[in-house]
């Protein structure tokens, strides 16, 4: 009853153990589409998919998704097999958000991720590019500016 309703890794390890690896293939799948019955980003599915180790169809479902919030959350379990999708991925959501939000905690809030995009593998080029592409792009938003120059 715990699992159905959300995905707890405690219970979801005591679940799985009730299961034969074959029985468990398609329990999995029962309980992916079980949280993922909704037309909007489940943290259920998606930590589902992280725990099972699922990296293509975890970082296909944050993209489907795709918001600042989730990659933050997401974006390690995927970034090792696929940094140059990630790095997009974080480019898409970045200018996204910064085209959005003005003021100086989105501005740190665009800094942290920033430096978790230069985490990723290529993500130090990635990071420069982008952080050009705002300096010319947003150049009259001071406080910006002051916070880029933190990188």
Known sequence: MF?????????YQV????????????????LFLNYN???????SAADLLAVENE???????????????????YYKFFASDYPA????LFKISLTSYAEK?????????ILSLLKKMS??????????????????HYKNRKAMMEILKEL
């Open 3 to 11: 699992i159905k309703d959300f995905f707890i890794e405690n219970y």
């Open 119 to 136: 985490g990723v593998k290529g993500g130090k080029k990635a990071v420069s590019e982008l952080v050009g592409e705002f300096r010319v």
């Open 101 to 109: 939000n003005t003021g100086r905690t989105h501005y740190e809030y």
């Open 15 to 30: 679940y799985k153990t009730a299961f034969t690896p074959r029985e468990w293939i398609e329990e999995k799948e029962k």
């Open 55 to 73: 990296t293509e169809r975890l970082i296909n479902y944050v993209e489907k998704y795709l918001s600042t919030n989730n990659l933050k959350r």
């Open 37 to 43: 019955n909704k037309k909007y980003f489940v943290n």
């Open 85 to 88: 999708k990630t790095l997009e």
